[in-house]
C-alpha cells in the first residue's frame, strides 16, 4: 500500500540548501516538506566553512546568538607559503566591518540542528527523516510530487504530492536525474582524502594551514579538539594511495607538516582516510515545469574557497524570496514556471563567477603544485598585488567572505 500525503513545497535533502528553504518558507507560512535520506545530520568530513555572507543572514534571521554559541574556530585570514618558509597574507578578513570579519568553522552537523530547530517553531514546517527519494510523479509534463522510500528498505513505498518540489538533493541528485537534467562538467585537477588529527596544546588556534610540495597539498583546520585534514593529490589517485599502504601515506602527511609527524600514525588505516571525487559542474537548466534543483544539485562546487555550503544558502534564500509572492497569489504547478526560471536567473551568475575563480585557483595553485611549479612561488601577479597594494587583501577577503550577489533575509523571515 502506498502512503499519499501533500504539502504546497517538498524540499528534498536536508542539506545547507534544504532546510534554510525549509525554514524560510514555513516562517512565510508556507507548509513545506523538507525529505532527508539520512536519520540524522552526524555525517562527517562535509563542508564546515561559514562565511560572513551566512553569519549576517543568520543574524537577520535572529539566530547570530545561536550561531555563536556553537562550538567554532575562527578564520581571520588567508596566505600562502613562500620558497623561503615565510607566509605571504593573501586575505585579511580583519579589514571587514565587524562581526562579519571572519570565516567561521563551524562542523555542518551543529549548523543544521539550529536552522532544524528554529524552523520546528514554525507550525508549516515538517521534515521526515530516514526517507530518501526515488523519482518524480509527473501529471501532463509538470512535476506534482515525488516517490519516497525508507533509505534502509523497510517500510513502504511513499508518494508526496506538491505544488512545487525543489531538489536539494546535493551533487548526485537523484531527481536532476529523473528530470533528465544533466550537468556540465568542468575539469578538475585533483581529488581530496579526508581524516583527522588529535589537536594538542600550542597548536595553532585559528589558522587554515595550507602545505605544499612538489606532488601534494595537504590544508588542515582546527575543530575544537582535533584537526580536520584534506590531502590533495592528482585526480585518480586514490587506487595508488591504497596499494601504497597507510605508512606511505602518514609519511606524505609528515614530509608535508613536520609538526604533524608526532601524530600520524593515530590513522590507524587507509579505512580513517576518506576520498572525496572532486567534482565542479552545473545544470544549462536548472528548472522543469513543478521542479528546481538548487545547491550542489544545480553546480557542485569545487572545495577551493569553501564555499559551497555558502552558495547553496545563498540559493535557498533567493528560491524563498521568489517563490512565496507566487505561492501567496495561488500559482501552482506549471504558474510558477517564470518564477523558477526568475531563481536561475539570479543565481546562476554568482555560481559562474565562482566557479571561474576556482578554475583559475586551481591552475594557479593545484596544478602548479602537482607540476612542482610552486616551489618556485605562487603566480606573480596575486603576489606582487598583496605585497604592494595592501588594499587588494582587503579586496580578496571580501570577494571570499561575501562572494558574489550575495542575498538578505526577507522580511517576512526576520527575526
Ligand atoms: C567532503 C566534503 C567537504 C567539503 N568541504 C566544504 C567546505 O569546507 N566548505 C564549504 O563551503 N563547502 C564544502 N563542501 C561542499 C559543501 O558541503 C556543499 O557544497 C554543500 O553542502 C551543498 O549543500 P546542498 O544542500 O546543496 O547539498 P548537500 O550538502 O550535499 O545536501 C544534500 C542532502 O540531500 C540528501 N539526499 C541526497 N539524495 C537524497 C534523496 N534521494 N532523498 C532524500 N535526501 C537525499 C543528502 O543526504 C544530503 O543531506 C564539501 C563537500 C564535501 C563532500
Not at 2 to 25: E, I, M, Q
Not at 147 to 163: I, K, T
Not at 345 to 366: C, D, E, G, T, Y
Amino acid at each position: 500500500m502506498v502512503t499519499v500525503s501533500r504539502t504546497t513545497v517538498a524540499v528534498v535533502g536536508g542539506g545547507p540548501a534544504g532546510v534554510v528553504l525549509g525554514l524560510l518558507l514555513a516562517r512565510a507560512g508556507i507548509a513545506v516538506r523538507v525529505v532527508e535520506q539520512h536519520d540524522d545530520f552526524n555525517r562527517d568530513f562535509r563542508g564546515d566553512t561559514v562565511h560572513a555572507s551566512t553569519i549576517r543572514l543568520l543574524d537577520e534571521l535572529g539566530l547570530g546568538e545561536r550561531f555563536r554559541a556553537l562550538p567554532q574556530s575562527r578564520l581571520d585570514d588567508f596566505s600562502l607559503p613562500m620558497p623561503d618558509g615565510s607566509r605571504l597574507l593573501l586575505g585579511d578578513f580583519s579589514r571587514l566591518a565587524p562581526p562579519y570579519d571572519h570565516v567561521a568553522m563551524v562542523p555542518q552537523w551543529d549548523l543544521l540542528d539550529l536552522l532544524v530547530t528554529a524552523a520546528r517553531h514554525e507550525p508549516s514546517f515538517d521534515i521526515a527523516m530516514g526517507l530518501a527519494a526515488t523519482g518524480l510523479i509527473a501529471e501532463n509534463g509538470v512535476v506534482t510530487g515525488v516517490h519516497l522510500r525508507p533509505r534502509d528498505g523497510s517500510g513502504e513505498p511513499e508518494e508526496l504530492r506538491a505544488d512545487v518540489v525543489i531538489a536539494c538533493d546535493g551533487r548526485n541528485s537523484v531527481l536532476r536525474r529523473a528530470a533528465g537534467l544533466v550537468p556540465r562538467a568542468f575539469r578538475v585537477p585533483f581529488d581530496t582524502w579526508w581524516f583527522r588529527l588529535p589537536r594538542r596544546s600550542g597548536d595553532a588556534a585559528s589558522a587554515l594551514t595550507p602545505a605544499f610540495s612538489d606532488r601534494d597539498v595537504l590544508l588542515s583546520f582546527p575543530r575544537p579538539d582535533y584537526h580536520q585534514v584534506a590531502y590533495f593529490a592528482p585526480k585518480g589517485s586514490d587506487a595508488v594511495l591504497r596499494a601504497e599502504g597507510i605508512d606511505a601515506f602518514r609519511a606524505r602527511v609528515a614530509r608535508l607538516r613536520p609538526d604533524f609527524a608526532d601524530r600520524v600514525d593515530t590513522i590507524a588505516s587507509m579505512d580513517d582516510v576518506h576520498v572525496l571525487d572532486v567534482r565542479m559542474d552545473r545544470l544549462r537548466r536548472w528548472w522543469r515545469p513543478g521542479l528546481l534543483c538548487i545547491g550542489d544539485a544545480a553546480h557542485a562546487m569545487s572545495p577551493a574557497g569553501g564555499v559551497g555550503i555558502n552558495l547553496a544558502v545563498q540559493d535557498a534564500v533567493a528560491t524563498a524570496a521568489i517563490l512565496v509572492p507566487s505561492l501567496r497569489r495561488g500559482l501552482r504547478g506549471a504558474g510558477l514556471d517564470s518564477a523558477l526560471a526568475a531563481v536561475q536567473r539570479r543565481r546562476r551568475p554568482p555560481a559562474v563567477i565562482v566557479q571561474s575563480a576556482q578554475a583559475v585557483l586551481h591552475r594557479a595553485v593545484f596544478e602548479r603544485a602537482f607540476a612542482g611549479r610552486l616551489q618556485d612561488g605562487p603566480p606573480l601577479l596575486p603576489v606582487l598585488l598583496a605585497r604592494y597594494v595592501p588594499p587588494s587583501r582587503g579586496l580578496y577577503a571580501r570577494g571570499i567572505a561575501f562572494g558574489p550577489l550575495p542575498e538578505h533575509a526577507p522580511s517576512w523571515a526576520r527575526r
